[in-house]
């Protein structure tokens, strides 16, 4: 069983920043899309960024200038930093991993991190 063992998130003030760590056992580099997900209760889980053959591809534009995707394929870890967070990215935030090019549907993807909660609040 494929293992995403994330780390990070917590509570900031609006304007702060916070990373997220995503260990991914057995990771391959060439084989793997690997992509932040969000979800908020009540909703459906939204597609922020994924990495892939393509590049790095964003799925929700008010991030894309305040989220950075990073890897470190030597720890075969992946990070998402967030600058500049706002209170309406308090949400649960989840790596995930399948096989292929990048998708932005949630249940196209294989394997999930449990989660880590971010919270933005004054």
């Known amino acids: 069983q494929v293992q995403l063992v994330q780390s990070g998130g917590g509570s900031v003030q609006p304007g702060g920043s916070l990373t997220l760590s995503c260990y991914i056992d057995?990771?391959?580099?060439?084989?793997?899309?690997i992509a932040w997900f969000r979800q908020v209760p009540g909703r459906v889980r939204e597609a922020i960024l994924c990495?892939?053959?393509?590049?790095?591809?964003y799925y929700e534009d008010s991030v894309k200038d305040r989220f950075t995707f990073s890897r470190d394929n030597s720890k075969s870890t992946m990070y998402l930093q967030m600058n500049n967070l706002k209170l309406e990215d308090s949400s649960v935030y989840y790596c995930?991993?399948?096989?292929?090019?990048?998708?932005?549907?949630?249940?196209?993807?294989?394997?999930w991190g449990r989660g880590s909660q971010v919270t933005v609040s004054s």
């Open positions: 990495s892939g053959k393509d590049g790095i591809t």
């Open positions: 995930a991993r399948r096989l292929g090019r990048c998708s932005g549907k949630y249940n196209e993807y294989r394997n």
């Open positions: 057995g990771f391959t580099e060439n084989y793997w899309a």
